[in-house]
């Protein structure tokens, strides 16, 4: 048992009876060791439940939500990689440039697709783990027609206020 969400990310990829069942040997440990030091050092912690019959992939991606993580295979092994924006480029290499363009598309969003608030719906462990709501919004983002624009989710696994207010900035400035 923990509170760490990376953590539980591992738990939930290696455990047979609730989770995916993948073997350990498969999950890069020093990643999930690194991401979940990361997450003490930041105060982000998982206090939820995975519940309902959702899918395995939407059950995971509320966990990872909960202080923004992703997955990656790599190398044969499962990595866990947090989203710390610690770089503004990427390097790119022959072997990343060389595919058919008709093989993929880039969207990004324009003015009217940007969001300028996000609310964010949580349970607040301070009134007794009832649902309660979370808004940031960002005066600076101007929509097109002049109409807020709201992005909203749910956090499953983060219970304190701050928490939620941390990651309803992060989310907002990612969107």
Request: net charge negative; proline share 4%.
């Amino acid at each position: 048992w923990s509170r760490n969400p990376a953590l539980v990310w591992r738990d939930f990829m290696t455990n047979a009876r609730y989770g995916l069942g993948v073997a350990e040997d498969l999950i890069d440990d020093d990643s999930v060791r690194d991401a979940a030091n990361w997450c003490d050092a930041h105060d982000f912690y998982f206090d939820g439940a995975v519940m309902g019959r959702q899918s395995f992939m939407d059950n995971i991606q509320s966990v990872l939500v909960n202080f923004h993580a992703y997955p990656v295979w790599s190398e044969g092994n499962y990595k866990l990689k947090v989203f710390t924006d610690d770089a503004s480029v990427m390097s790119l290499t022959e072997d990343d440039v060389d595919i058919s363009p008709d093989s993929f598309k880039i969207s990004i969003p324009g003015i009217p697709e940007t969001p300028n608030s996000v609310k964010v719906a949580f349970s607040n462990a301070s009134l007794n783990y009832t649902a309660d709501f979370v808004t940031r919004d960002d005066e600076s983002q101007v929509t097109l027609d002049g109409n807020p624009k709201q992005n909203e989710m749910s956090l499953i696994g983060s219970t304190d206020v701050v928490q939620v207010r941390k990651l309803a900035k992060y989310y907002l400035l990612r969107g």
